[in-house]
């Protein structure tokens, strides 16, 4: 017998395939002779026979002991699902089992031999377990054949074999228990149903000895019946009115997930295909169930909680990021949606997942990831169980991996390092899209609110909350109709928005902008991928958009927000560093002063809705809420004035300071920005020419913070500069100090208070404040008439800047205990006590209210009331444009609308219920605030 070069050519272990080669020429008889010659001599066959020889000791086995079977290597596979067993032909059942096990060992062997010299098994593997599948499929049916030519009373019943789990869906591995159901139905009337049961139970137990029981021939593989009713508590066999009576009334939802890939393999074909007619809608509606996605995760969770410890990290089927997560997330999604939607109803893992990408339920690029991922992971259990036909599923130490890496065109390290790299790839895949929250609210819905026909649709979205039904209708058409992707993915994900719509307070203005946003965005594929794929994006943006008018107007002109709610850090504020890099760049790609200024307003409205996204959401706290806005301001106001500095010689130096709530950096969402503009002449520049330079650069700036643009105003307003409307709307630095130094009135050095560095020259404006420290931080404090101006004015305020008509108690700003009272109390205590305490020097109410109280001017528990009485109103404030997207004095009165209050309770994260303690809250802490006011402001004794 000469060697053929071919021998080794597939051959992952040469050594082993020469130790089988001498053996299996050692034992050959003189009938095999014939043929062992012309396998060798035959390129293709002699290929075959050194990758099985090389690579499966069990199969070399076999074939060393029944060389008659080399005649599969010769066998082509014709059809990739058709193993065509002959048919068995015997005089007694032994020999017919022995016939039977031979006719399958020579088919597993064309079917290994084929994969083994196949050029890219990972791409041949659904082939591979399609014929396995039809192989175990044929076995079967012989079985059957052999127990009804064997058992006398077979032929009194129809018998139907139902093959579930990997042979049911015919991803069958080469060892792997094949999992069954079985059915018998009289065959005359005359046969009763306890006969029916014991004759189809004798049926299963020949069949049974007949695939798995020991003998001369080795056993195929284990006929598993548990999957049956009741499992192993259960009747072996059971009619099929049997079935449908457990199914109908005790069947457990994970039985149900079984069925899914039910398929009739054996027998009575009729009998089976009426059983598959009455499980079939029980399958697919299993996801009606109350909490049926939490139990099918609950029970993979249990799974992986059972693997021994030594034997997580390797194991490939149960293990994280191994078959069991793609399998079980598949399953999860068809069941949930597959009650809507036949096309994703595939048994087979890597059909359904095709079917559920193109179907949009998940994305492409998941799509293909997890199917390529599947092949690998299945060619590589394949691989493993083929060395030695043993039913495992633990992968190897990469010392022992080379002969299976060989198989696959790799190393033992490449193999190792890519199944390594391929399990935390589906378990993060398996992560986000088995535990997304879509999930468990499209598994709630009525399958009519799924799909959302328009029969009886409007008494649904009334029942769930929404009042203009009509409305929602044409917006639900809108976003629905039509065969493209978008539409596809909007039918996916829309049932679950409007349930998240409808918890929220106002669900139609919700789903009016969300149907907004959707129509700016289009076609834009991100948008869709991240409504779909992110466990945060969809329930934020259906909350946000129907708890707050605001966020719902502001959001559709700048969609591209979205992304932000599904990282929190995005949430958050920028710093001022950031924001300063940003307008830099897109200020130099801009040439108008009003391109220059839009820009930063453009920036400003952006931080805007971070802002109020962050907050709706209640990620961020209210003093970061104000930091930010006024940082966005400064940015604005920064631009606009870069912009009038772009039409100027430049003859001055010129900046702008910040009073008011822009210096204390407490601008909420409607604030006015109060400012104070300063030059300085450039050296050999006369002042006529400085002063008219900058006229010009202060009233253009205001221009450009106010111009008609795509971007909101700036209302800005510099009724705080010296003689007020009456004086320059600018002032060199020199002019301020000689105007402070001589003519400062009490309630402007009050005003000074606040004053911060906000645009331009920053040394000049570090120039200015430092000549005006001495009037807002006065030595010696204030005089007794001081004192007295000041609390006279607080009292003509409140008199005469109060709105008519306006209840004291409940306005924000001027009322009693508001913010005014506040910050006026703190103010008077800065003024006095500044010039010697310098902790007291801060432009913040909280901070310089921290500092009174660490200097022993204010009583700590006083101060807790302040602070208090403080924040509540400006909360108030905040949820009132954050819930109305309105503007103007109304937003400074505490609201008595029980739909108002509503609103604000959900923005603040608190139940209906709750609601009317916001008011309440607010009233009990001014009142206070104010007794402690009185106290400290006018030196009245309270008590």
């Known amino acids: 017998m000469a060697d053929n070069p071919h021998l080794f050519e597939y051959a992952a272990n040469p050594g082993q395939a020469q130790v089988a080669y001498e053996r299996l020429g050692e034992g050959l008889r003189p009938e095999h002779t014939h043929l062992f010659d012309r396998i060798i001599n035959n390129p293709h066959s002699c290929q075959r026979l050194g990758a099985i020889l090389g690579f499966s000791s069990t199969l070399a086995d076999i074939l060393i002991v029944h060389p008659q079977l080399l005649s599969a290597l010769e066998d082509d596979i014709d059809t990739p699902y058709a193993p065509h067993i002959s048919a068995v032909e015997a005089q007694d059942e032994t020999e017919y089992v022995d016939a039977l096990r031979l006719a399958y060992y020579r088919r597993l062997i064309t079917i290994a031999s084929h994969d083994l010299t196949q050029e890219k098994p990972i791409d041949g593997v659904y082939d591979i377990s399609r014929m396995l599948a039809g192989l175990a499929g044929e076995v079967l049916q012989h079985a059957l054949t052999g127990a009804q030519h064997w058992l006398p009373e077979a032929s009194k019943v129809e018998f139907s074999i139902i093959a579930m789990g990997k042979t049911g869906a015919q991803e069958l591995n080469y060892i792997s228990d094949v999992d069954v159901i079985y059915i018998a139905e009289p065959a ?542 600018t002032r060199s630095l020199s002019s301020y100090q000689t105007y402070y130094q001589r003519w400062a009135q009490t309630w402007e050095q009050q005003a000074l208070l606040r004053a911060r560095y906000c645009a331009g020259d920053e040394e000049l404006a570090q120039q200015w404040l430092e000549s005006i420290n001495p009037i807002r931080y006065p030595e010696l404090g204030l005089t007794d008439e001081q004192v007295r101006d000041i609390q006279m004015l607080k009292i003509r305020m409140e008199r005469e800047r109060l709105p008519r008509g306006a209840d004291p108690t409940r306005h924000l700003k001027l009322g009693r205990g508001g913010m005014t009272d506040v910050e006026w109390t703190i103010q008077l205590c800065q003024l006095q006590h500044a010039g010697q305490q310098g902790e007291l020097r801060s432009q913040s109410t909280l901070r310089a209210l921290t500092a009174a109280v660490e200097t022993g001017i204010i009583a700590d528990d006083d101060a807790q009331i302040l602070q208090d009485s403080w924040m509540t109103a400006h909360t108030i404030r905040d949820l009132n444009v954050l819930a109305t997207g309105k503007s103007g004095s109304a937003l400074e009165l505490v609201p008595d609308d029980p739909a108002l209050l509503q609103l604000f309770a959900a923005l603040e994260g608190k139940p209906p219920s709750a609601s009317h303690e916001i008011a309440e809250s607010y009233l009990r802490s001014s009142r206070r605030a104010r007794a402690v006011m009185e106290k400290y402001f006018y030196g009245e004794d309270n008590e």
Not at 547 to 558: E, F, G, I, N, Q
Not at 613 to 629: E, F, K, Y
Not at 656 to 681: K, N, Q, T
């Open 188 to 729: 005359t009337k005359d046969v009763t149903e306890a006969d029916t049961v014991r004759i189809g139970t004798a049926i299963t137990a020949w069949m049974t000895r007949a695939v798995s029981a020991r003998g001369q021939i080795p056993p195929l593989w284990e006929l598993d019946a548990n999957l049956r009713p009741e499992g192993k508590n259960g009747p072996m066999v059971r009619t099929l009115a049997s079935h449908q009576a457990y199914y109908e009334r005790w069947a457990q939802p994970w039985e149900f997930q079984a069925l899914l890939k039910a398929r009739p393999i054996a027998g009575n074909q009729d009998l089976g295909q009426r059983y598959l007619d009455f499980v079939t809608p029980l399958v697919w509606s299993v996801a009606n169930h109350e909490g049926f996605v939490d139990e099918v995760r609950r029970m993979r969770e249990r799974v992986l909680s059972q693997i021994p410890r030594a034997k997580a990290d390797r194991q490939l089927k149960l293990g994280a990021g191994g078959l069991r997560d793609i399998e079980f997330t598949i399953q999860l999604l068809q069941l949930v949606h597959g009650r809507t939607d036949q096309s994703v109803r595939a048994p087979g893992t890597i059909e359904a997942i095709n079917q559920l990408s193109e179907a949009g339920y998940i994305g492409r690029e998941a799509g293909h990831k997890l199917d390529r991922h599947y092949r690998f992971l299945r060619t590589l259990e394949h691989r493993i169980q083929l060395q030695r036909l043993r039913r495992t599923h633990d992968v190897p130490a990469v010392e022992h991996l080379q002969a299976i890496a060989t198989t696959l065109g790799m190393n033992a390290v490449e193999l190792e390092s890519r199944w390594q790299e391929i399990r935390r790839d589906v378990r993060q895949l398996h992560t986000a899209i088995f535990y997304h929250p879509l999930l468990p609210s499209l598994a709630s819905l009525d399958p009519d609110n799924v799909v959302l026909d328009e029969h009886a649709a409007r008494e649904r979205l009334a029942a769930i909350g929404f009042k203009n039904t009509d409305l929602a209708l044409r917006n639900i058409s809108a976003l629905t109709t039509g065969l493209s992707r978008t539409a596809t993915i909007q039918r996916h994900v829309l049932p679950a928005m409007l349930g998240w719509m409808a918890e929220a307070v106002e669900p139609d203005h919700g789903l009016n902008a969300f149907c907004d946003v959707s129509q700016r965005l289009g076609t834009t594929s991100w948008y869709m991928r991240l409504l779909r794929d992110s466990a945060l994006v969809a329930p934020r943006l259906a909350h946000v958009l129907a708890t707050s008018r605001y966020v719902a107007r502001l959001l559709p002109s700048l969609p591209d927000a979205i992304t932000w709610l599904d990282d929190d850090q995005q949430l958050c504020p920028q710093s001022r560093n950031e924001l300063d890099t940003e307008l830099a760049a897109l200020v130099s790609r801009r040439k108008t002063a009003s391109d220059k200024a839009l820009a930063g307003r453009y920036l400003r409205r952006r931080e805007m809705l971070r802002m109020a996204l962050g907050q709706t959401l209640n990620l961020v706290s209210l003093p970061d809420v104000h930091r930010a806005l006024s940082d966005a301001s400064d940015i604005a106001i920064t631009a606009a004035l870069n912009g009038a500095l772009s039409e100027t010689n430049q003859h001055a130096r010129h900046c702008v300071i910040a009073m008011g709530s822009l210096g204390g950096r407490e601008v909420g969402y409607a604030s006015d920005a109060d400012l104070l503009f300063v030059y300085a002449p450039h050296p050999g520049v006369d002042d006529e020419t400085a002063f008219r330079e900058a006229q010009h650069v202060a009233s253009q700036t205001l221009q450009l913070l106010k111009v008609a643009g795509r971007e909101p105003a700036v209302e800005a307003d510099t009724k705080l500069r010296p003689e007020g409307k009456q004086g320059a709307i």
